[in-house]
């Protein structure tokens, strides 16, 4: 437990810097973009003359130089102060705050689906390498991966919810329902079924395809042939050594596939209108609306620096080793 206490500080110490490449970096990127909140306002607004284009720049500080603003923006970063949205007039870490969950809801979802039952599947392609079982499942997964998620979710929701009818089309639950307790929970998980379904197809192939590659590989092992010299069953070597050491890559790939993941779910809640994240950084590109993106932006780095701590921190919980070797480091 010690050495993942320091395992956690180096990596939020290590964070720093990639944060303020992240923070930099947006910003400038979208200073090179062309137009500005007070071009989307007035032609929302149906136009203006030079004196209300000259006092909305100076009421949302466009009229300073990039360089002041940036360190402006800086300054109230550090006093989590992500400004006011032009687009909505409401601070923007509310909105944030107030959009998170849904994509927490739906991103977790997905990875816990798709990690549970690709690893699950690559076990039981890799536990044969070469058999029918193993060609089919290796075929589905490669036919699956190569399917775009938004083709995917399309496909869902005209079978499902247009045609059969089973499902919802669209939201994250039913408006102005009042259901509460279970009802409620019941409720939200219809709404899920098709967008995680269409988030996790794509990712479980990859899983499953990654889980059968790494036990193709741990079979070739020593420790492996001594098991089977020792005359352990098949099940056991498969399930207390094979499967257990193959199973390490995937928790780094989960890792690596958090910001993927986040970026494919703008895609997803698009698709199903799911009040998230990923649909208010749409919002908010449609709109110009500046500030609020790079409140979408930071928090999104954030929560994929957290939860790339969290998977180093399992990682090295289920490898020692990987501990031992980052303290000696």
């Known amino acids: 437990m010690q050495r993942a206490g320091e395992l956690v500080i180096r990596r939020l110490i290590g964070s720093i ?115 029918a079982r193993d060609r089919l499942l290796s075929i589905g997964s490669l036919a699956l991966y190569a399917v775009p998620s938004f083709w995917l979710g399309l496909v869902l929701v005209v079978v499902f919810s247009v045609q059969l009818r089973w499902l919802p089309l669209s939201g994250i639950e039913t408006l102005a329902s009042g259901k509460a307790g279970l009802h409620r929970a019941w409720d ?19 899983y499953l395809r990654l889980m059968r590659a790494g036990m193709v590989e741990v079979w070739r092992q020593d420790f492996v042939l001594a098991a089977r010299a020792k005359g352990l069953s098949r099940r056991r070597i498969v399930w207390r050594h094979v499967a257990r050491n193959a199973l390490l890559p995937l928790i780094t790939m989960l890792g690596l596939q958090s910001a993927t993941m986040l970026g494919g779910s703008v895609v997803i809640e698009s698709v199903f209108s799911i009040p998230g994240l990923g649909r208010l950084a749409q919002e908010a590109v449609s709109g110009r609306d500046t500030p609020l993106l790079m409140g979408i932006i930071v928090i999104s780095a954030v929560l994929v620096i957290v939860t790339n701590l969290i998977v180093d921190v399992v990682y090295a919980l289920l490898d020692p080793r990987v501990g031992a070797s980052e303290a000696s480091a």
Not at 27 to 47: I, R
Not at 98 to 104: A, H, I, K, M, Y
């Open 17 to 131: 810097p990639v944060l303020l490449i992240v923070l930099v970096g947006t910003f400038f990127l979208l200073e090179l973009a062309s137009g500005d909140a007070v071009d989307a306002y007035l032609v929302s607004s149906g136009g203006g003359d030079a004196a209300l284009v000259e006092t909305l720049r100076a009421d949302w500080g466009l009229d300073q130089s990039p360089i002041t603003r940036l360190g402006l923006y800086l300054w109230n970063i550090i006093h989590l102060d992500f400004g006011h949205s032009v687009l909505l007039n409401r601070p923007i870490l509310d909105v944030v705050l107030e959009r998170l969950p849904n994509t927490l809801l739906l991103m977790g979802s997905a990875i816990a689906l798709s990690f549970g039952i690709g690893s699950l599947l690559g076990i039981v392609a890799g536990s044969r390498p070469g058999s």
């Open 188 to 206: 939200i998980f219809r709404h899920l079924v098709l967008p995680v379904g269409a988030l996790a197809l794509i990712y479980l192939a990859l």
